[in-house]
Protein backbone atom coordinates (compact mmCIF):
# COMPACT_ATOMS: atom_id res chain seq x y z
CA UNK A 1 0.00 0.00 0.00
CA UNK A 2 1.46 3.45 -1.05
CA UNK A 3 2.13 5.93 1.31
CA UNK A 4 -0.99 7.97 0.07
CA UNK A 5 -3.29 5.21 0.38
CA UNK A 6 -2.24 4.27 4.08
CA UNK A 7 -3.09 8.59 4.17
CA UNK A 8 -6.30 8.37 2.79
CA UNK A 9 -7.12 4.87 5.06
CA UNK A 10 -5.90 6.29 8.59
CA UNK A 11 -8.08 9.62 7.93
CA UNK A 12 -11.23 7.34 6.57
CA UNK A 13 -10.35 4.73 9.95
CA UNK A 14 -10.38 8.56 12.02
CA UNK A 15 -14.02 9.53 10.53
CA UNK A 16 -14.95 6.33 11.37
CA UNK A 17 -13.70 6.61 14.76
CA UNK A 18 -15.18 9.64 15.78
CA UNK A 19 -18.84 8.69 14.63
CA UNK A 20 -18.38 5.38 16.88
CA UNK A 21 -17.22 7.71 20.13
CA UNK A 22 -19.94 9.49 19.32
CA UNK A 23 -22.69 6.83 19.27
CA UNK A 24 -21.24 5.65 22.67
CA UNK A 25 -21.55 9.13 23.69
CA UNK A 26 -24.78 9.29 22.68
CA UNK A 27 -25.76 5.87 24.46
CA UNK A 28 -24.75 6.66 27.71
CA UNK A 29 -25.80 10.22 27.91
CA UNK A 30 -29.73 8.46 27.46
CA UNK A 31 -29.15 5.67 30.21
CA UNK A 32 -30.67 4.17 31.15
CA UNK A 33 -33.01 3.74 27.31
CA UNK A 34 -31.69 1.32 25.45
CA UNK A 35 -29.16 0.11 27.84
CA UNK A 36 -29.12 -3.52 26.24
CA UNK A 37 -27.12 -1.43 23.33
CA UNK A 38 -23.87 -0.85 25.48
CA UNK A 39 -22.06 -4.30 24.68
CA UNK A 40 -22.49 -3.87 21.02
CA UNK A 41 -22.07 -0.33 20.73
CA UNK A 42 -18.70 -0.20 22.99
CA UNK A 43 -17.50 -3.26 20.70
CA UNK A 44 -17.78 -1.27 17.37
CA UNK A 45 -15.69 1.65 18.94
CA UNK A 46 -13.09 -0.68 20.46
CA UNK A 47 -13.01 -2.14 17.12
CA UNK A 48 -12.54 0.67 14.94
CA UNK A 49 -10.19 2.40 17.22
CA UNK A 50 -8.24 -0.70 17.86
CA UNK A 51 -8.03 -0.43 13.59
CA UNK A 52 -7.38 3.16 13.58
CA UNK A 53 -4.27 2.20 16.13
CA UNK A 54 -3.17 -0.24 14.16
CA UNK A 55 -2.92 1.97 10.61
CA UNK A 56 -1.57 4.78 12.30
CA UNK A 57 1.07 2.50 13.18
CA UNK A 58 1.75 1.21 9.65
CA UNK A 59 1.38 4.70 8.44
CA UNK A 60 4.36 6.02 10.65
CA UNK A 61 6.26 3.28 9.51
CA UNK A 62 5.90 3.88 6.19
CA UNK A 63 6.72 7.32 6.44
CA UNK A 64 10.36 6.32 8.40
CA UNK A 65 11.25 4.39 6.00
CA UNK A 66 10.32 6.32 2.77
CA UNK A 67 12.11 9.42 4.90
CA UNK A 68 15.78 6.55 4.79
CA UNK A 69 15.00 5.99 1.28
Do not use: F, Q
Not at 2 to 15: D, I
Amino acid sequence: MSLEELETRVKKLSMRATDAKMNLHDLAEELPVDWEKIPETAEATYAIYKELTAARKELKAAKKAAAEA
